[in-house]
């Protein structure tokens, strides 16, 4: 399989080395993340214009100094990369081999938002629980704000999480067994892809959505990890809270905004009824989201399941459109925000008639909707020792050229002993 990393791609992220353990800012290129504190040490950035000369844009431990520097200071970086990693002894100067660094939590986050975009997904689980789509879903992105102490790197274990939920039962005599806390059995992926934001917007102001891809640094592979027991008890009235707690697993590299460039595309949806005009995106339906192939597997004692197949162009509500809907408000927005685009549940099929689009393990208790190997091998939710790795692809059709974001991967540990 080629790299996810070539020139076209030029993610960014955060590294620290065995040899150098404070953490630092850097891109991947190929086998290699590439020190960007050392080149900006060395001058390389110095006759960008609008370029900080602190030099200490790239020494920091997250990526918030460089994704709030206007957009064409961002891009000249991107330009004299393009550039100078091509010449003799820059990258083998600067570069540190991929399997030598450990990669942290790449922004400094203080909102984290989650949304509930995908039509099919919407369906499958109002089938799940007998309700309909509620009338406000064609209307608004639906949406609620997460913790940003879930957040996690890619790599780092997830630990079963305790909830209160009513353990089901077969027996009519105990079907009224008082809820418990206790371990979930119920555990769950989510497949997403996270935005990254760059430009803040000062409380008290509204997003224009004409002006909404100002506001996007990047984007990563995002795993919202859910306990579905626990979910399902606490939601009503107020909706999800330690269900989605355990975890939210984000992939090391942010793929920017000026490399999605090549890989924007018209939505696959037709919304209707149209969209309110606060909603409704201003520019070229042919950019009006991004073209990225997504996919989650499954592995149980070393098999590994293709769970899902899909992309972020066949969601409802897209990702500009989420933005606008986010800051709708007056809520303002912070460099370092991260939101969820949502469950990327499509209608995709294989070529044996299965929905390989089914972006989470809820959606396959659906008679309709199982995949015969995993049911052949009794796969159901998510056991202790199993690991979720997802992963992402786009091309730049300008060039031909396909690149991706990395593995977004988190193995599922025990529950904690000594509750109760």
């Given at each position: 399989m080629s790299t996810p990393f070539p020139m076209d791609n030029l993610p960014y992220g955060i590294i620290s080395t065995a040899e150098h353990p404070v953490p630092r800012c850097a891109t991947a290129l190929e086998t290699d993340a590439i020190e960007l504190s050392s080149l900006e040490r060395d001058g390389f950035f110095a006759s960008i214009p609008g370029f900080p000369s602190t030099g200490d844009v790239f020494s920091q431990s997250t990526l918030n100094t460089f994704a709030a520097l206007p957009i064409h200071t961002r891009a000249a970086v991107r330009a004299i990369l393009t550039t100078e990693l091509v010449k003799p002894g820059v990258r083998e100067k600067y570069g540190v081999p991929l399997e030598k660094v450990k990669n942290h939590f790449p922004m400094e986050t203080r909102n984290f938002s989650d949304f509930y975009c995908s039509l099919e997904h919407t369906r499958n689980c109002c089938t799940l629980t007998s309700r309909p789509i509620p009338e406000n879903w064609f209307y608004t992105p639906s949406v609620y704000n997460g913790r940003t102490s879930s957040l996690r790197i890619t790599g780092t274990p997830i630990i079963r999480p305790h909830?209160?939920?009513?353990?089901?039962?077969?027996?009519?005599?105990?079907?009224?067994?008082p809820p418990k806390f206790q371990p979930t059995s119920r555990f769950d992926f989510e497949l997403e892809i996270g935005i990254?934001?760059?430009?803040?917007?000062?409380?008290?102001?509204?997003?224009?959505?004409a002006h909404a891809h100002?506001?996007?640094?990047?984007?990563?592979?995002?795993?919202?990890?859910?306990?579905?027991?626990?979910?399902?008890?606490?939601?009503?009235?107020?909706?999800?809270?330690?269900?989605?707690?355990?975890?939210?697993?984000?992939?090391?590299?942010?793929?920017?905004?000026?490399?999605?460039e090549g890989s924007k595309c018209a939505s696959t949806k037709v919304q209707d009824p149209k969209p309110l005009r606060h909603l409704e995106y201003a520019g070229d339906s042919?950019?009006?989201?991004?073209?990225?192939?997504?996919?989650?597997?499954?592995?149980?004692?070393?098999?590994?399941?293709?769970?899902?197949e899909s992309n972020l162009n066949e969601l409802y509500w897209t990702p500009y459109q989420q933005l606008a809907h986010l800051a709708?408000?007056?809520?303002?927005?912070?460099?370092?925000?991260?939101?969820?685009?949502?469950?990327?549940?499509?209608?995709?099929?294989?070529s044996k008639g299965e929905n390989t689009g089914i972006a989470c393990l809820l959606e396959r208790q659906l008679p309709q909707k199982v995949l015969l190997d995993m049911q052949a091998d009794g796969i159901s939710y998510l056991e202790d020792g199993d690991e979720v790795i997802m992963e992402g692809w786009c091309v730049n059709r300008a060039t031909g050229v396909r690149f991706g974001f990395g593995e977004c991967s988190g193995v599922v540990l025990p529950a904690l002993e000594g509750y109760f």
């Open positions: 909830g209160v939920y009513r353990t089901p039962s077969t027996s009519p005599e105990t079907t009224k067994d990254f934001l760059s430009k803040p917007l000062p409380p008290g102001s509204i997003l224009d959505i100002e506001h996007i640094f990047g984007i990563v592979l995002l795993n919202d990890w859910s306990a579905r027991d626990i979910q399902m008890f606490e939601m009503p009235p107020l909706g999800p809270f330690h269900g989605k707690g355990a975890g939210t697993t984000v992939s090391a590299w942010v793929v920017t905004a000026e490399a999605l042919e950019g009006a989201t991004w073209d990225v192939e997504v996919q989650a597997r499954v592995v149980r004692n070393g098999k590994s399941y293709l769970v899902t709708s408000a007056g809520e303002g927005l912070s460099t370092g925000d991260i939101f969820g685009t949502g469950t990327l549940t499509s209608a995709r099929r294989n």
